[in-house]
């Protein structure tokens, strides 16, 4: 079945290091990948997407490819500030009548000052 | 325009109890999923309701129901309540079963003793 795995974490960073959070996924076809974020004690928001291959999903300055050679979809920042602290999930979506998404199982990003 | 919310934010019940969760959709929905987050996961998909009929379900037991009224907004009934039913429960709205992507609500916290 369709899967998706992340690294685990949490991850630690100063404040202006790079980022980089990998996610590759199993999955038949051509799903659409997410990149979703949660602050503590708050629900999911959309951080980026892509829905075909080589597409490159960015938003406040995150980046990620949906790379299908190498079935993977790495989220990116060249750098972090201490409000990026929060967890990282990466998720698929492929149309079965039903746009369910399938989620890792999230990365704890911390960035120290 | 308005935003998912979702009520109560917290709740606590005891096992073999019923609970009900309510969540409104945002404005221009026509489509509600339901995702269960255990501490430290990702969220697992629960159903999806488009147009008050049910339209995909996880693997999750009959115990958890669910309704979409007229509105859009939605119900999630869980019977006979256990231990492991302690979790973040997300409601997402989106348009069209969700293929643009989902907005999610802040979520309700249940715990079972």
């Known amino acids: 079945g369709n899967s998706v795995t992340q690294m685990e974490g949490p991850v630690t960073l100063s404040e202006e290091a790079f980022l980089t959070i990998n996610c590759t996924y199993t999955?038949?076809?051509?799903?659409?990948l997410f990149w979703y974020v949660q602050y503590p004690g708050e629900g999911l928001q959309l951080l980026l997407k892509?829905?075909?291959?080589?597409d490159k999903g960015s938003n406040k300055g995150f980046e990620a490819t949906y790379r299908k050679e190498t079935t993977s979809f790495h989220l990116e920042k060249g750098s972090v500030q201490v409000s990026d602290s929060a967890v990282y999930f990466c998720?698929?979506?492929?149309?079965?009548?039903?746009?369910?998404?399938?989620f890792g199982t999230g990365t704890r990003l911390k960035v120290l000052a | 325009e308005t935003g998912v919310t979702q009520s109560p934010t917290h709740l606590i019940k005891t096992r073999g109890q019923q609970v009900t969760l309510r969540c409104s959709s945002q404005?221009?929905?026509?489509?509600v999923s339901w995702y269960q987050q255990a501490l430290g996961q990702g969220p697992q998909f629960i159903f999806q309701?488009?147009?008050?009929?049910?339209?995909g379900r996880g693997n999750f037991p009959p115990r958890f129901s669910g309704l979409q009224f007229p509105n859009y907004s939605s119900e999630l009934n869980v019977n006979a309540l256990e231990l492991d039913d302690s979790a973040l429960y997300l409601c997402?709205?989106?348009?069209?079963?969700?293929?643009?992507?989902?907005?999610f609500g802040s979520g309700t916290r249940l715990t079972v003793v």
């Open positions: 404005s221009g929905h026509n489509t």
């Open positions: 892509a829905t075909k291959a080589d």
């Open positions: 999955a038949t076809g051509y799903p659409s």
């Open positions: 309701y488009y147009r008050e009929e049910e339209n």
């Open positions: 997402a709205s989106s348009l069209n079963r969700g293929g643009d992507g989902y907005t």
């Open positions: 998720a698929l979506s492929q149309s079965s009548g039903t746009y369910k998404y399938i």
